[in-house]
């Protein structure tokens, strides 16, 4: 099983290579030259999400490395073991949304501590695996076109991975117990 | 929102480094992070030519023509205010399906190219759609059949059954989508007609 969806996810994108030029060869499409002027505005975009990556990345940076954030962790403890979430995941809970690269060292770091088959290292892989980098999407996909004022994105976001946070803890609980 | 979430994670960053006398991680911190930000661009650039490349032959094929026809109930649903022949959809559909399919590295370039075209449809330039912010949802709400990276950590950690948590994932993921759904309906409704 495990070899099997890796496999599947190995070939996902040599497959995306394949098929995409294969078909628009066969549908007349001069694939080489339309290929190069579809890539033409990928240096654009990225250079101009790089004052919004470098505000956000530094606030989430600070607040990180100074200690607030596992003070904050400290502080939602009691609050979110009454919600039956264990507070052993909480630094993963609150990392997610805010850093990709952190996040996943988190969450590695509680696997290989309590074990990837134990209920803590599974709780942790559904939850890495459950939700994106909310921050990180609402900095780099705002910044991409100059969309300062997000309106409601934001908490919509945060509805999303606190829905997603409750679930993993409600179904890992009735699946593995714990 | 924003600002203020901005403006406490520095406010309180700071603070909790200074009560504690280490105010020189601050900014180590600081300088780091924007070094990281720009690094993170630069990788942006290859993985974004190459997606926006393929999508261009995609486009040009009929393919994601073909993907927003069979959508179409669902995007007319979702974006009631975009044309349904808008290269929008195409955008956001591409981007749902790396999503779901756990291609991280390719959502991202459909994603931006999604939020370009819906730049087009907006009116103000500054603040974010309708629009905008539903996709935002769906795709921080989206949801997983693939979790492939964290499949992978746990065969390296030496999981008898790495892919258990693949079932789990789906149903956290596919609650979080609902939820995300049914939080920019009622968003929308609270907002109003103002924009």
């Known amino acids: 099983m495990t070899e099997v969806i890796l496999e599947i996810s190995r070939w996902a994108i040599p497959a995306v290579l394949l098929f995409v030029p294969t078909y628009g ?18 240096f654009r975009v990225a250079v101009k999400i790089i004052p919004f990556l470098v505000g956000m990345l530094v606030a989430i940076g600070v607040f ?72 990180y999407v609402l900095t780099v996909y705002f910044g991409s076109v100059g969309i300062r004022r997000y309106r409601y994105a934001l908490a919509l976001g945060l509805i999303a991975d606190i829905s997603s946070l409750l679930a993993a803890v409600v179904i890992c609980r009735a699946m593995f117990g714990g | 929102m924003v600002n203020l979430v901005w403006l406490l994670m520095l ?5 909790v480094a200074g009560i504690q006398g280490r105010i020189a991680v601050v900014t180590e911190a600081a300088l780091e992070a924007s070094q990281m930000a720009v690094n993170l661009a630069l990788e942006l650039i290859g993985l974004m030519a190459l997606w926006l490349g393929l999508l261009k032959i995609a486009e040009e094929a009929g ?48 994603g931006l190219k999604a939020m370009q075209e819906l730049q087009r449809l907006n009116p103000s330039q500054e603040e974010a759609t309708p629009a905008m912010c539903t996709f935002l ?59």
């Open chain 1, 64 to 135: 990180r490395a100074s200690g607030a954030m596992d003070l904050l962790a400290r502080f939602l403890d009691p609050l979110l073991s009454v919600a039956g979430i264990p507070g052993e995941v909480l630094p993963l809970a609150i990392m997610r949304p805010l850093s990709g690269g952190g996040a996943l060292g988190v969450a590695a770091e509680l696997i290989s501590h309590y074990g990837p088959d134990s209920f803590i290292g599974r709780l942790a892989s559904v939850m890495q695996g459950s939700t994106d980098t909310t921050f």
């Open chain 2, 11 to 15: 406010v309180a960053g700071i603070a």
């Open chain 2, 63 to 110: 393919l994601v023509a073909l993907l927003a026809r069979a959508m179409r109930p669902v995007t007319r649903y979702l974006f009631p205010e975009i044309p349904q022949d808008h290269p929008a959809i195409g955008a956001i559909l591409m981007n749902l399906s790396a999503n779901i399919l756990g291609l991280g590295n390719a959502a991202t370039p459909f």
């Open chain 1, 25 to 42: 060869y066969l549908k007349g499409i001069r694939v080489y030259e339309v290929f190069v002027s579809g890539a033409e505005d990928g």
């Open chain 2, 137 to 195: 949802g769906l795709n921080t709400g989206c949801i997983i059949l693939i979790p492939a990276t964290i499949i992978g950590i746990r065969a390296a950690a030496g999981s008898t059954d790495p892919t258990v948590v693949v079932g789990p994932t789906i149903m956290a993921t596919g609650i979080s989508m609902i939820a995300a759904v049914a939080g920019d309906r009622l968003f929308r409704r609270l907002y109003g007609r103002r924009g």
